[in-house]
């Protein structure tokens, strides 16, 4: 029994590696059951055993990836993310986790780029859709908590701000993701978020993103990154 739950396991995830490669390479709309069994090597009767249809497939395909406006922007515990300068720490990470995790890269682009949301894909939507809501509501509560120490300026309410913020690093990202990898998305997206920040803070805010001497040394710490990376 305990051999066969292991092998239960291993089918399912080459049925999930499967999926995801298909939807990749062709789109959500375009591929069928019978393409993931085929590109597996399995049954369409194995995946019924594992999967009742293609949505439920890609619901298990999505959460395996950690996606990064789930993993660094969720609501669920935004105490420690009360600052611009943390919002801008959570990007970065953000950016330089999407760089490095190829399955979170791959189920991102098929998210936003080989989906429509259409049909039996409607529900798909809607986790989307909370997950997206999700980390607005903790941008907001940072950009309450920066307005209420005095920090935000006067012509930006938390919900705009959040807004303009999110699509700033959302825009960097799809377009990251459009040209496929055509360029660094850490430095870019530093340079926008930075930016972005100047345009939402006061002058004299405690941002140490927007002093000089940190982008000397953020650009050091990037350089030693990718020279480990290349490695």
């Not at 089918?11 to 590696?17: P, S």
């Not at 009360?82 to 919002?87: F, G, H, P, T």
């Not at 993701?177 to 530093?190: A, C, I, K, P, Y």
């Amino acid at each position: 029994m305990r051999r066969t739950k292991e092998d239960a396991l291993l089918t399912r995830e080459a049925i999930l590696d499967a999926a995801e490669a298909r939807f990749y390479d062709f789109g959500v709309a375009s591929t069928t059951l019978s393409h993931i069994a085929a590109a597996a090597g399995l049954t369409r009767g194995a995946i019924y055993w594992h999967f009742p249809n293609k949505l439920e497939l890609f619901r298990a395909m999505h959460e395996r990836a950690k996606l990064p406006q789930e993993a660094f922007f969720s609501d669920e515990s935004p105490g420690a993310r009360r600052s611009l300068e943390e919002l801008y720490t959570n990007s970065i990470e953000a950016f330089r986790h999407l760089e490095r995790d190829e399955r979170a890269r791959r189920v991102l682009t098929i998210l936003l780029l080989r989906c429509e949301y259409v049909g039996e894909m409607q529900d798909a939507m809607m986790r989307r859709t909370d997950a997206d809501n999700a980390m607005h509501r903790t941008i907001t509560a940072i950009f309450a908590a920066v307005q209420y120490r005095g920090e935000l300026k006067p012509e930006w309410k938390p919900e705009i701000a959040a807004t303009a913020y999110v699509c700033a690093v959302g825009g960097v990202i799809l377009e990251w993701l459009r040209s496929e990898r055509g360029f660094d998305l850490v430095t870019v997206g530093g340079n926008v978020v930075r930016s972005v920040i100047v345009g939402f803070a006061c002058p004299g805010a405690p941002v140490a993103c927007l002093e000089e001497k940190s982008f000397a040394a953020e650009a050091a710490c990037g350089g030693e990154d990718q020279a480990v990376v290349r490695s």
